[in-house]
């Protein structure tokens, strides 16, 4: 399972799995992100492991300058054909989120559903966030969407099934040490395709230490895109706001 998110999300198969995620869930994170900050009119923004770009596409329809990136060369083309699609310019890059490096400041730097905590040590996980001090503007921001591993742990969803496009998914999920682990087996075509994923599990505590210790300052928590307070016994996410 090394390096999981390397055949995962260059499957053609990653987004049958998450087509439950709808528009409706992109549009009120950015909806609360953007009444949250009342960004300037020109503000440069980085959307950092991007995926197929719903949220950059959303801001970017908005005015907002964009840069995005993602390792998945398959998942930035949708990306890049979705915003063809809609007439919105953005930078599209392929970089590994460990090492991405950008000349430009940003104002605003996002990292979304749950594109962290991937890695197999603390040092990797949080690099994204440490070299970010270097492109991130004087007062700049990141919005951290990750889950919340308390609630997490309190309601994991230990076995589902469904039935996508003909695509028999079953996903078995299981908590190992400190992470939590899903496989994803994808029956079609008379075959049984088998992905993994594992991200580690970090509370809320650690992660406050960490970011402030690195020099951010938590502005704000919320439990779930519409901008409840969070809760670390109710709330199923956790979006932090950090201010440099």
Known sequence: ???????WFSSDEYLSVYS???????????RLITKTLKLKENANILDAACGAGRHSIL???????????????????????????????????????RYASFRRKFDLILNMFTSFGYFDNDDENFSFFNNSKYFLSFN????????NEKFL?????AFNEKKINGKIIKETRSIVDTRV?????IEYDGKDHIFYETVKMYKVEHLENTFTNMGFKIENLFGDYKGNVFDQNNSERLIMFLKK
């Open 20 to 30: 439950h995620r709808n528009e409706k869930d992109a549009q009120d994170i950015i």
């Open 1 to 7: 399972m090394k390096e999981w998110f390397k055949k």
């Open 59 to 97: 801001l970017a329809e908005k005015g907002y300058n964009l840069t995005a990136f993602d390792l998945s060369r398959n998942l930035l083309k949708i990306a890049a054909e979705n915003a063809l699609d809609l007439g919105v310019n953005i930078n599209f890059i392929c970089s590994d989120l």
């Open 181 to 185: 682990v899903k496989k994803i087996a």
């Open 153 to 157: 742990k309190n309601n994991l969803v």
């Open 140 to 147: 700049g921001y990141i919005v951290l969407d990750y889950f």
